[in-house]
Each structure stands twice: as C-alpha cells, then as structure tokens.
C-alpha cells in the first residue's frame, strides 16, 4: 500500500468533527482515469467546493492501493464556487476491471433532499476497465479512457417552459466504446431521496415541477460498453447539487409548510394509506414517484365520496423510498414514505 504522512493526517481529519474540514463544503464532484497497455494509469479528479482550496484527496485505485492526489490548479466556476483539480498515476500489475473512489471532507450543509448535508462526507466512486483483448491492442492503440463530461456542472438552464436542464455532454472515451448509456443514480449520502418529480433522464437532467427552492443534489452515470461484444467496461459518474431559487418555481401552486395528510403504515408492504385531515377537495391529484423520479401512481380524488383516507396497493412495488404529492385548491404538499422488502 502507498501510504505517506499526508494521507494519515488526512484520515485523521477527515473522519473528526472538525469545523475547517466542514467549511470545505462539498457540492459534488467527478474523475476521469485513462491507461495504455503498459498498465500505467492516469486519473483526473475535479471536485466542487463553497470555500477555500484543499490541497489532496484520498484516492483508492482498487488494488489495494491508496493514495493522496494532490491538487494541481483550481477554478472559479461561480461566484460561489471553486472547481479543485486533482492528477495521479499509478502502475497496475494486471489487466482487470477496478473499483476507483475518492474521499474528501464535507458536503454543503442544507442540502434539502440530504438529510444533515453538513456531516456527511462527499465520496465517490466508479468502474475502470482495463482490457487486454487483441482488439484494443491491433485497433485502438496506445490510450483508453473513461467516458468524459465536457459541460461544466454549474451550467444549468432554464428552458421557456420553465424546465431546469443540465446536459452534461459526455465524451464516449474513444473508438474503443460502441455506445454510452446514462441514467440517473442516488447520490451516496445516507438518507438521499431524489428531488419530487425528477423526471427520466435521456441526455440529461430534466426536472420539470420543482416545488420548493433550495439545493437539491443529484447523481449522473454514463455506462460504457465495448465494441466487440457489447459487454459491460466502465462508469463515469457525476455527483451535482442544483441550486432552485424562488425565480424556477413555475407550478405557481402555494406550498404546505404542514401538509394536511398523513401517511401510514411507514414502511409499507401490501397498501399504503393516505390519511387526510379533511375530506379533500373533489378532483385533487395525487401523484407517487419512486426515487428515481418515475411516476409510480397517478389518480384524482373524488371529494364527495372519498371520505378521509385513500388506500394504495403497493405490493409488488420495489423496495425503497417513495414521495407522495397531493394538489388541491391551489396548494401541494409532499411526504415521503418507505416501501419494504417482502
């Protein structure tokens, strides 16, 4: 194991409640790692902050071997957010597929679908394959590399309609690669849920109906495949926090501080209750998205003969964590509630 004097001070810091490490606040971050077939490897690691620079990381090249990378330059990416850049290379022994992951200090405190932001720490990690097939040695050459996200994460739109986009534009990493694959993914904190009405992502995020401002975290990975077989080589992901001020909110419905329902059992398995204080208003929606942002259920309300409560199978649904959304007489509120394993 490559170890030295930076890296144990460094585990020392990183894992104490110090007040200088928390105000490194983290808003996400992402690598690159590419090699030739002399199996020395590369990896560029770019990491978001509100606050000062950080002078290393911890890096685990999925040998066994862990490192500190240190930072190289830095750029202001906002006024409020600096961009920390970070290189290494490391000689592996063999060709195989290892797991890359990075460790730094906090994130930013009060990021809204992250519960207690502030004390967790950013920690990220991805698949690198390194192939030794005959076809990336007569047909490739000298380099592969990972899948690459060439938009800065600070570059959010704002669409006429009123949609927050953010198309990170991910380079396929060379010939090497038949196709790139992306999805959204949760972002490894404890408690993460993903952001009410996240819509599917195609090239991108799309979030059409964000419903209250505030910093909402997200996670993108692009899976890439090889040429030949179609088989499964490697990841990129990106871990971003989208910042919503009031001026995005395009519903125009007003927000329950205390929405007037509540749900139960929590965790659920066969049904799902929604137990409100008053009988709703007639033709109310509500609406369920898993943590993906899918639409999980979708109906109206029928004030008259509905009563106080509406039951919702949920059997067959897949384990984890759901958001029910209710709209009635110009307001909406939110709950969230957990589907368990069978």
């Not at 040695?137 to 994460?153: A, D, E, H």
């Not at 490894?188 to 505030?214: K, N």
């Not at 919503?244 to 929405?259: A, K, N, R």
Request: with cysteine; hydrophobic share 40%.
């Amino acid at each position: 194991m490559k170890i030295n004097i930076l890296f144990a001070i460094a585990l020392v810091n990183l894992f104490s409640p110090n007040s200088y490490l928390k105000a490194q606040g983290i808003r996400g971050g992402e690598m690159m790692a590419e090699t030739g077939n002399n199996l020395l490897a590369m990896v560029d690691v770019k990491i978001y902050r509100e606050g000062p620079r950080v002078p290393f990381i911890l890096f685990d090249w999925g040998d066994g071997t862990t490192d500190t990378l240190m930072g190289s330059t830095a750029l202001t990416a906002d006024p409020d957010v600096i961009v920390d850049f970070y290189f290494g290379t490391h000689q592996y022994d063999t060709f195989n597929v290892y797991i890359l992951s990075v460790q730094d200090s906090f994130l930013i405190p009060d990021i809204a679908n992250i519960p207690n932001s502030g004390s967790q720490a950013f920690y990220l990690r991805d698949t690198f394959g390194i192939d030794n097939e005959e076809d990336f040695f007569n047909n490739i050459g000298p380099t592969i590399r990972m899948p690459n996200f060439i938009r800065s994460q600070v570059n959010i739109e704002v669409a006429p309609n009123g949609a927050i986009i953010h198309d990170p534009i991910v380079s396929n990493g060379g010939n090497y690669f038949s196709y790139i694959v992306e999805a959204l993914v949760p972002f490894p904190a404890e408690g993460y849920a993903f952001p009410e009405a996240t819509d599917s992502l195609v090239c991108c995020i799309i979030w059409d109906r964000p419903l209250v401002p505030g910093k909402y975290a997200f996670g993108i990975r692009a899976y890439s495949y090889r040429r030949s077989d179609d088989s499964f080589f490697g990841t990129a992901t990106r871990l971003m926090t989208i910042e919503v001020d009031s001026s995005m909110i395009t519903s125009g419905l007003e927000i329950w501080e205390e929405p007037p329902f509540d749900i139960f059992p929590n965790p659920a398995a066969e049904a799902v209750y929604l137990q409100f204080d008053a009988p709703p208003a007639p033709r109310a929606a509500v609406h369920i998205y898993d943590m993906f942002g899918r639409k999980a259920y979708s109906g109206t309300l029928d004030g008259a003969g509905l009563g106080r409560r509406l039951a919702i199978p949920v059997a067959g649904w897949p384990p984890g964590m759901y958001v029910a959304e209710v709209r009635s007489r110009g307001r909406v509120g939110v709950r969230k509630f957990v589907v368990g394993a069978r």
